[in-house]
């Protein structure tokens, strides 16, 4: 549609919502920030009022696309749109993204890395932090623009287009805001929906709604997978991992811990390899890689006791990801605020390598229940608390992980601030 002259509503007025009303107001149209809790008086209240004379509505990944306040808007034609969709509107180059329950910071990072270092152009954004409409001003044709996808970005695209798709996997997680899991998971599978046969779509051939996709994709498939041989694309065999029928490097070679820093491994090989990086390029990129800041991250070690970071680990899945990184000697911080979740499956694996949980946050008592007596646990309230505890009763070789399974909206601005917070209490013990 014509955005010169416009009258556009953008509904959340945090980082993403701003950098739309910049982008929109750059090109020519009236932007009118509208905010549930409006922040300053040019900022509308969120009601039904706030869209009667608009001509295009843009939501920030925060906003569900739900919201009752917008039917009357739709019943008159009014478009509703994410702020992804009003960035790819704009953005010059190629875009891969990259989308996934867990793993695709980590995903989106690593490939961004290596096509740096292949002296390929490309800027990275999108969920990873730097808004989608931000990009556009240093978006250049030639450059990729790698972007990490959410389920809430991806609800509500149209004609989004990504020469590049990538799925790591779907595993339960914000049901809260989509209700059921094959809601989620459609939202996730729109990205491969609108490529065309010039494409390519990634996917993890391990995990059956991400093999799914297949089905849907006009786009050229490409698998990736630790549990099988793959062709066209890459897979780990015996502990080298084999990318376009060639070997790329060794499992001891990536440097990040984990068994599914495997499968982001071959991931973003796969999405740079077809980006144009060449099999040497990526395996020296991958072995310089520095990590992503709140995944895993190693704090300090103190008196012979290790402290990481796993702040980014929001859902079970991801938390379970991060038990198996190690082997034993676990004290685990866990809790914040619940996303309709069934925190069950991390019994098993908690009574076979943790000392204990230390809950914290709203959910600290549905977890406690949903474990059933797996492992002790210790209620501490707060993420102050919890480390006090931990520095209290941890010993000599042991690990304290922050891996809480849920959003940090509770006591935290976002999963950011609660990881920066435990890395200051912890480096203040």
Known sequence: MKIDGARVAV???????????????????????????????????????????????????????DLQELNAARKRGVPVIGDLELASW?????????????????????????????????????????????????????????????????????????????????TPDHLDRHHTLE??????????????????????????????????????????????????????????????????????????????????????????????????????????????????????DLDGVAWYNDSKATNVDATLKAIAAFEGGLWVILGGKDKNTDYSPLAAPLRERAHSVLLIGAAAAKIESQLNGAVPMTGCGTLEAAVKQARARAHPGDTVLLAPACASFDQFENFEHRGREFKRMVGEL
Request: with cysteine.
């Open 183 to 300: 809601a989620y998971a459609a939202a996730k599978g729109r990205l491969f929906e609108t490529q065309t046969r010039n494409d390519y779509a990634v996917l993890n051939a391990d995990d059956p709604i991400t093999r799914a996709y297949a089905k849907r994709a006009r786009s050229a498939i490409l698998w990736f997978s630790v549990k099988e041989r793959v062709s066209p694309g890459a897979y780990l065999d015996g502990e080298s991992i084999v990318l376009d029928n060639l070997p790329l490097m060794t499992v001891r070679e990536i440097p990040l811990r984990g068994r599914h820093n495997v499968e982001n491994t071959l991931a973003a090989a796969l999405v740079a390899c077809v980006a144009g990086a060449r099999h040497s390029q990526i395996r020296a990129a991958v072995m310089s890689f520095p990590g992503v800041e709140h995944r895993l991250e190693f704090v300090r």
């Open 11 to 65: 509904v959340g007025m945090a980082r993403s919502g701003r950098a739309a009303t910049k982008l929109l107001t750059e090109q020519g149209a009236v932007a009118i920030g509208v905010d549930q809790y409006p922040a300053d008086p040019s900022i509308r209240p969120q009601t039904a009022e706030a869209f009667a004379d608009v001509d295009l509505i843009v939501l920030s990944p925060g906003v569900p696309a």
């Open 90 to 170: 704009f953005l010059q180059g190629d875009i891969a993204g990259i989308t996934g329950s867990n793993g695709k910071t980590t995903t989106t990072a690593l490939t961004g890395h290596i096509l740096k270092e292949s002296k390929i152009p490309a800027q990275v954004g999108g969920n990873i932090g730097t808004p989608p409409a931000s990009m556009v001003d240093t978006s250049r044709k030639g450059q990729w623009n790698v972007l990490e996808l959410s389920s809430f970005q991806l609800e509500t695209i149209n004609s989004f287009h990504a020469r590049i798709g990538a799925a790591l996997n779907v």
